[in-house]
């Protein structure tokens, strides 16, 4: 089966850090989201891929070429305006030649595609849609099936008393080809609000995959941390940290004072220098080429690459993106940094805070 994952919407809840990041760029424990995708589909056979890209594509072809370095066939459909999620993939129409894997490409989950692949060729479904269980139904877009997961209704935030079940769309499709020739051409069109309601209409065979596995999306700041969270902490089985042996992975060229304390579980990348007496605690990610000067605390934190931590900084609960600098004394919690901002010296940069691309707080 072929596969096309949707990687080109303008991702603005995750903003700052997508104002020069592409979503599916964001890295994941020091390596971009969407390869962890490419080598799901590779594990589950899947390797001839198209990725619908508009918004920032350049960073997405520029790392993952024609894909021969994942062992996968990669080809890219532009559009020069997102066109939604249905209307990308209508885009997508000519790599469409039989059943296809469709994917929100924002999405981490253990989801056994194999095992959906089949149940889809088994029902004879026009569309089948992975779904998967959330705790509070209120605030999604929930999917009522029959007993035999044929899907009845969408239902759209429902207010407490109409809820029926827990189950949301996952993000992950297969369809048919008859599905495409639905979709109007170059116009702005969704799944969700339009095609996925019309098939229910035109009563055509709309089924549901249900699955309880891992699974989140990583389109808001919370998010994006919890799967930092949830992967360091072996909740997924796509990632083992360090095969459970060690708590604190070190890349090369690292240089850690003997007084530093790690507790882990931590992700250091390479030709980082961590001072004297410097703290990390907890779940922490730090990139390449990072500098944490003595008596800095990092707790709980994600940083990118190039990032400088200059003396006696506390740093809690935040992402810190590329070639960013924090001045000595300062303190910052719960704040999302864009590439290259600037904190000066003994700043306090408060909670809930999005400092954007290139800005000086001072
Ligand atoms: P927000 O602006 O924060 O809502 O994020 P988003 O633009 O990524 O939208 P959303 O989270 O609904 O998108 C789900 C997935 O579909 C993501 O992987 C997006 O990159 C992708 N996507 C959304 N809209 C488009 C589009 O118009 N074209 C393409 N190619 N992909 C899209």
Known sequence: ?????????????LRPLTINTPKSMVPVLNIPFLEYFIKRLKSHKVSDIALAVSYLAEPIKDYFGDGSRFDVKLSYTVEETPLGTAGAV????????????????????????????????QNKAMLTIALTPVEDPTSYGLVETDNRNRILRFLEKPNPDEITTNMINAGTYILEPEVISLIPSQTNCSFERDIFPLLLREKKDVFAYPADCY????GKPENYFQLHYDLLNGKSNQYRFNNGKKKVVTGTHCIIHPSAQITGPAVIGNNCVIGEDVKINGSVVIGSNCQISNNSVVDDSILWNSVHVEPLARIKHTIIANNSHIGSGSTIEEAVLGNNAIIGYGQHVKAGRLVSPNTIVN
């Open 215 to 218: 699974w989140i999306d990583i």
């Open 90 to 121: 209508k885009n997508a129409g000519g790599f469409i030649d039989g059943p296809t894997l469709v994917f929100n490409g924002d999405i981490f989950t253990d989801l056994d595609l194999t095992a959906m692949m089949e149940n889809h060729n």
């Open 1 to 13: 089966m072929k596969a096309v994952i949707l990687s080109g919407g303008f991702g603005t809840r």
